[in-house]
């Protein structure tokens, strides 16, 4: 089956491309001297998983249990759940999941939070590592550095059985705004900096850190010149979109998923000032791109992006005097945060010069919980 007759519109991934991004990143961490832990809610895809595994990887990260339950039941033995994990039922499905899986580890930033999984994994004989977040200047999860920071992770060595303390772990994705790659270098050594004075305020309390976990894509150009961190976790890089391409992360031929449209209307006047694809606001998104316009960028015409979607419908305002493409034709499109169209899919269709030759089912998008 050939990729022009897959119907649209469609997540289309090219094998050679997603190949070589997972080789290239594996190599990066090898030579950077770090673990890679590469975060799956980018795919959501167990067939990837396993190709990021095979390449090196030490284990993954996810962003949800659900996501990280689809895994498990895949066969993965190394799995952090990086989120916060309150409430009974979810610390119960927690501690469920590291019954079974070799390895299950997750993130806190709060002493009750803390304390509430120590007692639950406690009453039923578990110990569970956990990684202390801290906040680098994100101001999303995260506890403050200092003071806050070393009675959470004093209470947990001192009084929480149930739980492992294992490391610090920070999130600087959002923090990466610059272009020049000097800047995001001295960005995000800024954040790992953070977490280094606090690992070194722990050791003073003869508390030591065996893991530093961060990372960011735009940051996996310069791995090999941070300092500090023993595990990286990076996501986007497995297909890339058009925000990290705008950040310098990877060039527009390195993509490896791109979205297959059909031209479906074009306005009945004189002049045609744009015409329409059957991708809309459920396929694409406009969030992410930092300097790229639209809902997503035409891979054939680079000048256009999807400007005006409705659910199904994408409008492409066309410059004047260009003519629209005839009605049935297949286009392509870079989407501008590849996280986010992914999770609005069902399957992934994989192709090899052009030529169909698998099928993957997302089975954990939609894993909300």
Not at 187 to 203: P, S, T
Request: aromatic residues 6%.
């Amino acid at each position: 089956m050939n990729k022009l007759e897959i119907p649209t519109p469609a997540l289309v991934v090219d094998i050679d491309k997603l190949r070589y991004n997972i080789h290239d990143m594996a190599q990066r961490a090898r030579e950077a001297g770090m673990a890679l832990r590469p975060h799956i809610k980018t795919h959501k895809t167990p067939a990837i998983t396993h190709m990021q595994l095979k390449a090196g990887a030490s284990g993954i990260v996810c962003a949800k249990l659900g996501e990280a339950e689809i895994m498990a039941a895949a066969g993965v033995d190394d799995i952090l759940v990086c989120y916060p994990i309150v409430g009974p039922d979810k610390v119960d499905r927690l501690l469920n999941l590291a019954r079974w899986v070799d390895r299950v580890s997750t993130t806190v930033d709060t002493r009750a939070a803390a304390q509430a999984l120590s007692e639950a994994a406690a009453a039923r004989g578990q110990c569970l590592d956990v990684l202390v977040e801290v906040d680098v200047g994100y101001r999303r999860t995260g506890i403050a550095p200092g003071e806050p920071l070393l009675n959470l992770i004093k209470g947990i060595v001192e009084s929480m059985p149930g739980l492992r303390y294992k490391g610090l772990m920070y999130i600087a994705g959002g923090l990466i705004k610059h272009m020049e790659k000097d800047k995001q270098l001295a960005e995000e050594q800024a954040a790992i900096d953070v977490v280094l004075n606090a690992a070194g305020l722990l050791r003073d309390h003869g508390i030591e850190t065996e893991v530093v976990s961060g990372g960011t894509t735009p940051g996996a150009q310069y791995m090999a010149d941070i300092e500090g961190v023993t595990e990286y976790r990076v996501g986007c890089y497995v297909f890339g979109d058009m925000k990290y391409a705008d950040l310098g992360a990877l060039a527009r031929e390195q993509m490896a998923l791109t979205i297959l449209t059909t031209v479906v209307s074009i306005p009945s006047m004189p002049e045609p000032d744009h015409f329409v694809v059957d991708a809309g606001s459920k396929t694409l998104t406009h969030s992410g791109a930092m300097t790229s316009p639209g809902y997503g960028t035409f891979v054939q015409r680079p000048d256009l992006t999807v400007n005006v979607p409705s659910e199904e419908h994408g409008g492409v305002y066309l410059p004047q005097g260009v003519r629209p493409p005839a009605i049935g034709t297949k286009l392509d499109i870079y989407p501008n945060y590849v996280s986010d169209v992914v999770n609005l899919g069902d399957e992934l269709w994989v192709v090899q010069d052009d030529e169909v030759i698998a099928t993957w089912d997302i089975l954990a998008r939609g894993q909300r919980v």
